[in-house]
């Protein structure tokens, strides 16, 4: 696979999308962890149910410009989302706690949290692109 056939248009419209997503579900995250005082897998799991609603749909019309109309895709779009959450939030969080043993729990649980936000993304765009959203062409 090349990686000018990665970086392309495409590419670009799912980084907007992110970008909206990204504000859009860390508010929710660090407002559900910070004001709210939700722990860390239901502040993150609700950046992922709010984040999906936004991402499913503008992906799938703006990004992709998929206009099947599927249930299998539905579902195959949620096993993504979980699957990416799962492995990046996962990951993330022992990785962080150990690297950031000397600070407290809340310093190592909002840095687990974007440190799951970025594996998140990398993991979900390949998902997206080349399943849920996969051009037929």
Known sequence: MKLFKLIDATTIKFLMVGVINTLVGTAVMFGFYNLLHA???VSSAANYIVGSIVSYLLNKYFTFQNKEKSVKQM????????????????????ITLQVLSF???QIQENVAMLVGMCLFVALNYFGQRFIVFKSKQ
Do not use: E, R, S
């Not at 579902?75 to 022992?94: E, Q, R, S």
């Open 103 to 105: 600070t407290t729990q």
């Open 39 to 41: 722990g860390y897998w």
């Open 75 to 94: 579902v195959v779009f949620v096993l993504n989302i979980t699957v990416c959450y799962l492995l990046a939030y996962g990951l993330a969080k022992p």
